[in-house]
C-alpha cells in the first residue's frame, strides 16, 4: 500500500545547517524508494500558524518509509541536522484508488 511522509518543520533555527541537512536527506529518501511529491515552504497558509518548509514523499509501503528513516544515509542526514530545525514527522496511508 503507497505511503506518504509528511515533514512538518515547526521551527528553524540554524537555515546553514538545514541545507546541509536537505543535500544529504533528499539523496538519502529516493535510495530508501521515496519520490518527492512536494516540499518547500507553503504557499498559503489556510489554518495553523506554521508557514515553515513541508515536505512530502511518496513510498511504495510503511516499510520502505520506516526503513528510509533508519537508514544509515538518512540518519547521518539527521545527525547534521541535531537540533538546528524541530519537525513533525508523520506516515500516512494513501486513500485507494476509486472504481
Known sequence: MTVYWVNTFTSIRDH???ARYVERAGPAM?????RFLARGAPLAVLEGESALRTTIIEF???EAAVA???SE???EALRIL???ATR???VI???PAAD
Open 16 to 18: 546553514e545547517t538545514l
Open 30 to 34: 529516493r535510495a530508501g524508494g521515496g
Open 68 to 70: 528510509a528513516y533508519h
Open 88 to 90: 513533525e514527522i508523520r
Open 73 to 75: 544515509a538518512y540518519q
Open 60 to 62: 511504495p509501503d510503511l
Open 82 to 84: 541535531g537540533d538546528a
Open 93 to 95: 496511508a494513501a486513500v
